[in-house]
C-alpha cells in the first residue's frame, strides 16, 4: 500500500512539474508583459482589482492581500481590493440586480482609467466575470484573465490573458495561483528597488 500511495503522490507531482514546464516554455512572455504592465499601474499610482469565483474567488482574495500586506520584503503597500469579499454588497447586488452584476458593479463604483483588473477563471465563461469585463472596458480600466483550457469567452474579452493549458480545474488554479505570485514578486522587487 505504501509504494502505491507514493507512486500516486509521485504521479501528481510529476504531472504538476510537466504543466510547469509547458507554461514557462509557452506563456513566460505574457506572463513578463502583465507584469511589466502592473509595475507601471502601481507606481502611476493605479489600483489593482481581483476578482473571481469559487477556488478563484480564494485566489482572489489571497493576491489582493499579498499586495497590500506584503509578499516577501517589506515595502510599500499596494492599493489591490478583492471584490469578491463583502458578503453585504454581494448578496445586494445579487438580490436586487442578478448575481452576473455582483462584479461590475463594483467596477463601475471603484475602477477609474489606470487601474488593472483581474479576471481568475478556470471556465472563462462566468457571466459575472464578463460583464465585469465590459464594466471596466467603459472606464478605461485594463483587464487581465488569468484563465485555463481554452480561455472561454473571456480570452476574446480581455486586454492581456494568461491561459494556463489545462481542463483540470485544481492544475490550473495550483498554475494560476502561481502566475500570480509571480507578478507579485516581480512587482515588490521593482517598488523595493525604486524605494
Known amino acids: ?6 507512486d500516486f503522490v ?5 504531472e504538476l512539474a510537466e504543466l510547469v514546464t509547458v507554461v514557462a516554455r509557452e506563456l513566460a512572455g505574457e506572463i513578463a508583459a502583465i507584469a511589466d504592465l502592473t509595475v507601471g499601474v502601481v507606481t502611476d499610482g493605479g489600483r489593482l482589482l481581483f476578482c473571481g469565483n469559487g477556488g478563484s ?3 482572489a482574495q489571497h493576491l489582493a492581500t499579498e499586495y497590500v500586506v506584503r509578499f516577501q520584503r ?11 469579499t463583502d458578503t453585504s454588497l454581494l448578496t445586494a447586488a445579487g438580490n436586487d ?18 487601474d488593472i483588473l483581474f479576471l481568475h477563471s478556470t471556465s472563462g465563461r462566468s457571466r ?4 465585469a469585463t465590459e464594466a471596466a472596458r467603459e472606464l478605461g480600466v485594463t483587464t487581465v484573465g488569468i484563465l ?3 480561455g472561454g469567452d473571456l480570452v476574446a ?10 481542463r483540470d480545474t485544481a492544475r490550473a488554479q495550483e498554475l494560476q495561483l502561481v502566475v500570480g505570485h509571480i507578478i507579485c514578486k516581480f512587482v515588490e522587487e521593482r517598488l523595493d528597488a525604486d524605494d
Not at 452576473?100 to 458593479?105: I, K, M, N, P, S
Not at 459575472?128 to 460583464?131: D, E, G, T, W
Open 1 to 6: 500500500m505504501r509504494g502505491s500511495t507514493r
Open 10 to 14: 509521485a504521479g501528481e507531482l510529476a
Open 57 to 59: 474567488a480564494a485566489d
Open 74 to 84: 517589506e515595502r510599500r503597500p499596494v492599493a489591490a481590493l478583492a471584490l469578491t
Open 97 to 114: 440586480y442578478g448575481f452576473e452584476h455582483v462584479f461590475a458593479r463594483q467596477v463601475q463604483a471603484l475602477g477609474r482609467a489606470g
Open 128 to 131: 459575472n466575470l464578463l460583464r
Open 148 to 150: 485555463a483550457g481554452d
Open 157 to 166: 474579452r480581455v486586454d492581456h490573458a494568461v491561459v494556463v493549458p489545462t
